[in-house]
């Protein structure tokens, strides 16, 4: 299957500054791509759809201006944390479409932020 | 919106058959697919369900009937390294909307 890369795996920061995680498409190219969050043994709740080359579409409840994506290029979103907190402190995987007739989606390997 | 639910924890021996339901409330979806996810780890496909009925992926199946709005997946021959969180997700649009998860551990 497709690989999907993310970076950094792991993060700490201090409270107020801000976080950059990549995701990049090694092997194809990503129209789009989706952030999820996950909280210890909890789902995957969905963020945001990253689409390229325009504004990402925000789930219900997600803060813009808290969680700022960007899809520059077709193997390439970015999530950034702002002003991050502890409350921040999760578990942030992107995601990016595979088959479309199928409901499989590629997901790196995850970026684990803590935010003291 | 949707919601998924799935049983919390299910526990079964090596070698064992188990079933893992998901129901879920939507007012529209493409399909039903399960992911499975070690601790820690990315979540990895299993299976997706366009259409009513089962469908048998090696150990692994998974059923979806439209006019319950029921699914389960189905693992055969239970080894130790299946112990791991199964997500059932609706395929809504473009988007995944995952239930709570159910953590599956195998027992020798």
């Known amino acids: 299957g497709a690989v999907v890369s993310q970076h950094p795996s792991r993060v700490i920061c201090k409270s107020g500054t801000s976080v950059k995680i990549e995701c990049r498409s090694l092997?194809?190219?990503?129209?789009?791509m989706f952030w999820y969050r996950q909280f210890p043994k909890q789902s995957l709740m969905l963020m945001a759809t990253?689409?390229?080359?325009?504004?990402?579409?925000?789930e219900q409840g997600v803060e813009k201006d808290k969680f700022l994506i960007n899809h520059a290029s077709l193997t390439l979103s970015t999530l950034t944390v702002t002003s991050a907190h502890p409350e921040d402190s999760s578990f942030y995987i992107c995601?990016?479409?595979?088959?479309?007739?199928?409901?499989?989606?590629?997901f790196g390997e995850g970026s684990r932020l803590t935010v003291l | 919106g949707q919601s998924l639910e799935q049983p919390s924890e299910v526990t079964a021996v090596e070698g064992a058959i188990v079933q893992i339901n998901c129901t879920y409330q939507?007012?529209?979806?493409?399909?039903l697919s399960w992911y499975q996810q070690h601790d820690g780890g990315a979540p990895t496909f299993l299976s997706y369900?366009?259409?009513?009925g089962l469908e048998e992926t090696g150990r692994f199946s998974s059923f979806l009937s439209r006019s319950d709005s029921y699914g389960y997946l189905l693992l055969q021959e239970l080894q130790m390294k299946d112990s791991a969180s199964y997500f059932c997700?609706?395929?809504?649009?473009?988007?995944?909307?995952f239930g709570q998860g159910t953590e599956l551990s195998v027992k020798p």
């Open positions: 995601s990016a479409s595979g088959s479309p007739s199928t409901g499989e989606l590629f």
């Open positions: 092997d194809f190219q990503a129209t789009t």
């Open positions: 990253s689409n390229e080359g325009s504004k990402a579409t925000y």
């Open positions: 939507t007012s529209g979806f493409y399909g």
């Open positions: 369900n366009a259409l009513d």
């Open positions: 997700a609706l395929k809504v649009g473009g988007k995944l909307i």
